[in-house]
């Protein structure tokens, strides 16, 4: 069974930056496509990045230039740093999932899901 565990949320202004961490159990947590999607309130779930066990990264138009993806499979863990954080960032931030090379944008492509760790950008 694999867990997820998110953290790094919290409460920050806008312009500010936050990194958030997803740590992973397993042994094969390298060859998996790790993900990052978020949902507001009265929205749906929606993807922002994701990075293959290739390291090949691919993001969602929003966040270019700002949020960046990153993995360390030593600590079987994934990293999200966001910079020039915006209030329309604000979002509980998933951490997701799934075997194969390919990195998708559809959340129904995911095995695993983390609980999710709150993000509030302030205006």
């Known amino acids: 069974q694999v867990q997820l565990v998110e953290s790094g949320g919290g409460l920050v202004q806008a312009g500010g930056s936050l990194r958030l961490s997803c740590a992973a159990s397993?042994?094969?947590?390298?060859?998996?496509?790790i993900a990052w999607f978020r949902q507001a309130p009265g929205k749906d779930r929606e993807f922002v990045a994701a990075?293959?066990?290739?390291?090949?990264?691919v993001y969602t138009d929003s966040v270019k230039g700002r949020f960046a993806i990153s993995r360390d499979n030593a600590k079987n863990t994934v990293y999200l740093q966001m910079n020039s954080l915006k209030p329309e960032d604000t979002a509980v931030y998933y951490c997701?999932?799934?075997?194969?090379?390919?990195?998708?944008?559809?959340?129904?492509?995911?095995?695993?899901w983390g609980q999710g760790t709150q993000v509030t950008v302030s205006s």
């Open positions: 997701t999932q799934k075997s194969g090379i390919l990195a998708t944008m559809a959340a129904s492509a995911y095995d695993y």
């Open positions: 397993g042994r094969t947590f390298s060859m998996y496509t």
């Open positions: 990075v293959t066990g290739a390291d090949n990264k």
